[in-house]
């Protein structure tokens, strides 16, 4: 059972767009929700995080938009540019989760010049 | 000061021989944790070790995997008689305690042939 839903699987994004990536999770207990970035041939790399208390965090160009109600959460990347270019997952941690995040599956980004 | 180091970078064994993947934490981090990331999905929980409680392995896929952590730093990922399937990145990961960031290393890339 997958408990968190990425979506799109790839994007790609003209320099200077808006990139949005999508995530609906399952488990009502969750209660913390970062999202990673990873570069090829590294591990993941925490980028920024939100608990369900507040509907929108915003650091410097990435922004995270969190809808309780609907157990939806999104990463908007504003002004994109080609160093953006990764793969980027959501997770979800809390009570029902276990001892560990469970992530989405990952979506490749592309940003064109 | 240094991060999650994982040794190898890669490994290349024929099925049926046993691997061994090492993981060096982050100094003073009491949580770790072992993931697999397969081609184009997300990360694959495997154990979770805090401290000197007993290891949650509910992630493992099989009994031919079993990981130890000494002395509350190294860790070993054990994979016995491996199988062509079990061919990943496999990521370890560290945080000061459950619930902060994890720090993850850049993997051991292993292909069984």
């Known amino acids: 059972q997958q408990q968190v839903k990425q979506s799109p699987q790839s994007l790609i994004v003209q320099k200077g767009g808006i990139s949005i990536i999508n995530c609906a999770y399952e488990n009502t207990a969750f209660d913390y929700f970062p999202w990673y970035q990873q570069f090829p041939g590294k591990g993941p790399a925490l980028l920024i995080a939100?608990?369900?208390?507040?509907s929108e965090k915003k650091e410097g160009r990435f922004t995270i938009s969190f809808n309780k109600s609907a157990k939806q959460f999104s990463l908007h990347i504003m002004d994109s540019q080609p160093g953006d270019s990764a793969t980027y997952f959501c997770?979800?941690?809390?009570?029902?989760?276990?001892?560990?995040?469970?992530f989405g599956t990952g979506t490749q980004l592309k940003v064109e010049l | 000061g240094a991060g999650v180091s994982q040794s190898p970078s890669n490994k290349v064994t024929e099925k049926g021989k046993d691997v061994e993947l090492r993981c060096d934490p982050i100094?003073?981090?009491?949580?770790l944790y072992w993931y697999r990331q397969s081609l184009g999905q997300g990360l694959e929980f495997l154990i979770y070790?805090?401290?000197?409680?007993?290891?949650?392995k509910s992630g493992l896929p099989s009994d031919r995997f079993s990981a130890e952590r000494t002395g509350g730093s190294v860790s070993t990922l054990t994979i016995q008689r491996t199988q062509q399937e079990d061919s990943a990145v496999y990521l370890c990961a560290s945080s000061k305690d459950r619930g902060s960031p994890l720090h993850f290393g850049n993997g051991t890339r292993l292909t069984v042939t």
């Open positions: 100094s003073g981090h009491t949580a």
């Open positions: 997770a979800a941690w809390g009570a029902g989760g276990g001892n560990k995040l469970t």
């Open positions: 070790f805090q401290g000197n409680s007993a290891p949650d």
């Open positions: 939100i608990r369900p208390d507040v």
